[in-house]
């Protein structure tokens, strides 16, 4: 329920349950930052290797490519609020593990890639179901755009503190304190989720078996233009975009001479560009013209990859990181307030679970693919052909942009986003459109 207004950036904030997730989210979202730089920095701390590196990053991904699509049918039939308790439970129970295995000193990489992959099967269902769950927390369509925008802002605001503290507590302690923290910051968001007055949703029947609610959703997201489009764009991005946060370590100790403290800050410099993004997204009023966003992005990204891969001091890269992190939030926050606006209620879960493989499925192949050939050719020449690779799926975007809007000019219009055409049979016709 909407209690009183709040400021325009902020709207969203006006739904109680959206308010609660927001905080607790932010909370939780901290840990999850701290474990994720902690755990690289682990993985190479026992193996100095880039493609251990790719591997633990791999296996903490790959279940949102394999599992995604299932969840998606899932996601549609269950109950999202009591999913999203269920997910957040297990990757608390999680990061406990993985705190317990690194404090007593015992731990080994294939622990570590194994519960990576425990973990990525529990995200396929939470990032999917959590997406989905943004319409129920946010009934009002009308501000559907600024809470994904302000969630985006949020992810992205805790990415920048995130991974500072855990610099600053690998520097002075080790990787278990920050798996410990993590743990900790779940109870965050379960408190915040428990506290929530959800209403009764809206039910649709679906029929037949997941074997067909699959098909269903493939053919929808695959077999409408606009959407395919978008999703294949996010997946090349996410694919290059995995290759140069799997070599970060790399660079923040052979390029830059430095440790733990370099790589927090470096990763915080994408942040800072991710969350410059996102911000400008909120202070969005429409859907409009996001397509010229989705269309610049890729090209602004790979260019700033690129010169990253010249960089020679650790200033000037985090610079260019933060142009990488505008353009890849820019996008994927764009990309994903379309679809939740163009996608029918019924097939939600479906299409999101897609936006999650695209984002988060990807990325282990790139990971993989990025680990291995920066063993062969080098992390630098690793980062240009990723950089190149977004540049021309950029370049691509553009070609077609046109068309595209034609195709989603229908749905728009039946959403009342852009006024009705005037027919011939209208007084006013030949005043045009």
């Not at 269950?78 to 608390?92: F, G, P």
Request: glycine share 10%; proline share 4%; charged share 10%.
């Amino acid at each position: 329920m909407a209690t009183a207004p709040r400021p325009h950036l902020l709207r969203a904030l006006a739904h109680a349950n959206f308010r609660l997730f927001y905080v607790g989210q932010g909370v939780s979202l901290i840990g999850t930052w701290m474990q994720q730089v902690a755990m690289s920095w682990l993985v190479f701390l026992l193996t100095d290797s880039s493609f251990w590196l790719g591997a633990a990053a791999f296996a903490g991904q790959i279940p949102s490519l394999v599992i995604a699509p299932m969840a998606g049918v899932m996601v549609d039939r269950w109950n999202r609020h009591r999913l999203l308790i269920v997910t957040q439970t297990l990757a608390m129970l999680q990061a406990v593990l993985l705190s317990i295995l690194a404090w007593n000193g015992t731990v080994q990489v294939w622990q570590v890639l194994l519960l990576n992959l425990f973990l990525g099967t529990v995200t396929s269902f939470d990032v999917t179901g959590r997406q989905a769950f943004l319409i129920e927390m946010v009934p009002d369509r009308e501000h559907l755009a600024n809470a994904i925008a302000l969630n985006s802002s949020l992810v992205n605001a805790t990415r920048l503190i995130g991974p500072a503290l855990a610099g600053a507590v690998l520097a002075s302690t080790s990787p278990a304190v920050c798996f410990v923290l993590n743990a900790v910051s779940y109870l965050a968001v379960l408190l915040a989720l428990f506290a929530m007055k959800v209403a009764p949703r809206t039910e649709h029947r679906h029929v037949g078996s997941i074997l067909a609610g699959l098909r269903e959703g493939f053919a929808y997201a695959f077999g409408f233009a606009p959407v395919r489009a978008l999703l294949m764009l996010l997946a090349l991005i996410s694919l290059t975009s995995a290759s140069y946060t799997t070599l970060l370590p790399i660079f923040a100790e052979r390029s830059f001479h430095g440790g733990p403290g370099t790589f927090g800050l470096l990763s915080s410099g994408a942040g800072v560009g991710a969350l410059a993004a996102a911000v400008m997204l909120a202070a969005r009023t429409s859907v409009l013209g996001l397509g010229r966003w989705i269309a610049f992005c890729p090209a602004l990204f790979g260019t700033a990859l690129i010169a990253f891969s010249f960089a020679e001091q650790w200033i000037p890269a985090a610079a260019l990181l933060t142009g990488a992190g505008f353009a890849q939030m820019g996008l994927m926050a764009a990309t994903n307030t379309i679809l939740q606006t163009i996608v029918p209620e019924e097939k939600r879960g479906r299409v999101m679970s897609y936006y999650t493989m695209a984002f988060l499925g990807m990325a282990p192949i790139g990971s993989l693919l990025g680990g291995a050939i920066a063993d062969r050719i080098g992390a630098g020449m690793m980062v240009r052909l990723a950089g190149g690779c977004a540049i021309a799926g950029g370049l691509l975007m553009m070609r077609q942009l046109k068309r595209l809007r034609e195709l989603v000019r229908p749905v728009y219009i039946e959403l009342g986003i852009l006024p009705a055409p005037i027919t011939s049979a209208s007084p006013d016709a030949s005043v045009g459109t």
